[in-house]
């Protein structure tokens, strides 16, 4: 079965211009989670979903950021308009959830490079 | 909230050795899950082994082990009989318990930079 699928694998933009990131999660999955990697930050949790639903989007960092989850098994993270302290390796992970809770999968991140 | 502590950025140890990695973190949860992840090179992010705060026994994944003390909120990763493969951050990370089902943000620590000498 596939994982978690991210794309692009790395994407270079200039400052000013809007920037999307997708995830497909694994198939049956019904939770989603966006993550930042940064290496003042480490990894921080911006968003997650349940059954499509946004639950806790408190770790956006500001308006610029939004993300979405039309169906089960696609989500977009956009940020507009990008800036340089938005560089970063972009995270999507998703969970089976439910009554027992599992294991978050992660995708092999998205490297965002904001000139 | 919670926090995840890793106070070790970095360890260097010979191949074959043990070496025990470092986690604590502070909660008011008492139901939640721990984790640690290994990130290599490639930056995958990859599983290595899971714990239930609920079960008093200790995970086990073949050469990799924790020893988990609730009490004192501390959560190491043993890695025995160490490989040049084991080279990788590795991340500790937790994650609380939704009561009614569903699934949670996890909160990772710092990590550690773990470094396997030939």
């Known amino acids: 079965d596939a994982g978690v699928i991210q794309s692009p694998r790395h994407e270079v933009t200039e400052m000013g211009q809007e920037v999307t990131l997708r995830c497909k999660p694994i198939?049956?999955?019904?939770?989603l989670f966006w993550y930042r990697q940064t290496m003042m930050r480490g990894l921080e949790l911006l968003i997650y979903?349940?059954?499509?639903?946004?639950?806790?989007d408190s770790g956006m960092p500001e308006d610029r950021f939004s993300a979405k989850m039309p169906n089960a098994s696609f989500s977009t993270l956009k940020i507009q308009p990008s800036e340089p302290r938005d560089s970063a390796v972009y995270f999507c992970a998703s969970i089976s959830g439910g009554a027992v809770t599992d294991t978050q999968y992660f995708g092999p991140g998205t490297r965002l490079t904001v000139l | 909230a919670q926090t995840v502590t890793q106070s070790q950025p970095e360890m260097s140890v010979q191949e074959a050795e043990t070496v025990t990695l470092s986690c604590t973190y502070d909660?008011?949860?008492?139901?939640?899950?721990l984790f640690w992840y290994k990130q290599p090179p490639s930056r995958q992010m990859i599983l290595v082994i899971r714990?239930?705060?609920?079960?008093?026994q200790n995970a086990t994944e073949n050469r990799f082990s924790v020893n988990f003390q609730k009490a004192a909120k501390s959560f190491s990763l043993k890695i025995s009989d160490s490989q040049l493969g084991d080279t990788a951050m590795y991340f500790c990370a937790f994650m609380k318990h939704r009561a009614g089902g569903g699934a949670d943000g996890l909160t990772f620590g710092k990590g550690t930079h773990l470094i396997i000498q030939p």
């Open positions: 714990q239930e705060a609920y079960k008093q």
């Open positions: 909660t008011s949860e008492n139901n939640y899950y």
């Open positions: 198939s049956g999955h019904n939770s």
């Open positions: 979903f349940n059954n499509n639903v946004p639950i806790d």
